[in-house]
């Protein structure tokens, strides 16, 4: 039962351009959500976040949007750059209420931008 | 500062043998998680604890599995014996305590991971 997911497995963009990845889940019970970055032989690294009472978070070139009635949120990058090509994972939470902060991952969608 | 480290780095074991990973966690993070990803599939949740106690082992898929933080520290995670579906890259990811907080932010930093092959 696959509570997070990326139906995106890859994805190509060209450099300059936006880049816009998906994520739906399926819980409501998640309050948090986040995005990770990962590259070959290294573990994910932390992107950006946002609590379910917001709807944007903007962290320099990284926007994140949440739909909650849609339970769907995305990663919007302007300006794409090569160096931004890894595989993003989409991650959930239903935060202290459920006694643990795990994290409900996705499949990860390869980020491909050609320069 | 040093980042979550975990080591070996790489495990190569034949099936029925025992292998132990281990994770340093960020100095002062008092949770501590270990994640599974098989075969290029969605990072899965495996144990978390809280200094030295398990708060949840709902992922733990076996018995085969053990995991241990002595002194709320380092936390090493046993196969014993391992199968090959064992396979995959463990990750250990570390985060400060937030006492609880609704809406707390809560960031986990992930190791680089252990990939460990069942043959």
């Known amino acids: 039962d696959q509570q997070v997911k990326q139906n995106s497995p890859s994805l190509s963009v060209q450099e300059g351009r936006i880049s816009i990845l998906n994520c739906d889940y399926t819980?409501?019970?998640?309050?948090?959500f986040l995005w990770y970055k990962k590259y070959p032989a290294e573990g994910p690294t932390f992107l950006i976040s946002i609590s379910s009472i917001k709807d944007k978070n903007e962290d320099g070139r990284f926007t994140v949007f949440l739909n909650k009635s849609a339970k769907h949120l995305s990663l919007h990058i302007v300006p794409s750059q090569p160096g931004d090509s890894a595989v993003y994972f989409c991650a959930a939470s239903k935060g202290w209420a459920s006694g643990t902060y795990k994290y409900i991952f996705g499949t990860g969608t390869r980020l491909k931008v050609l320069a | 500062e040093a980042g979550v480290t975990q080591f070996p780095s790489h495990s190569v074991i034949e099936k029925g043998q025992t292998v132990t990973l281990r994770c340093d966690p960020i100095s002062g993070h008092d949770n501590l998680y270990w994640y599974r990803r098989v075969m290029g599939k969605e990072i899965k949740f495996l144990l978390h604890?809280?200094?030295?106690?398990?708060?949840?082992e709902s992922g733990m898929p076996n018995n085969r599995f053990l995991a241990e933080r002595t002194g709320g520290t380092y936390s090493t995670l046993k196969v014993q014996p391992a199968e090959l579906e064992d396979s995959g890259v463990y990750f250990c990811?570390?985060?400060?305590?937030?006492?609880?907080?609704?809406?707390?932010?809560?960031?986990?930093?992930f190791g680089a991971g252990t990939r460990l092959s069942v043959l």
């Open positions: 604890f809280v200094k030295e106690s398990k708060q949840d």
């Open positions: 819980n409501s019970m998640f309050d948090y």
């Open positions: 990811a570390s985060s400060p305590w937030t006492s609880g907080r609704p809406l707390a932010k809560n960031i986990q930093y």
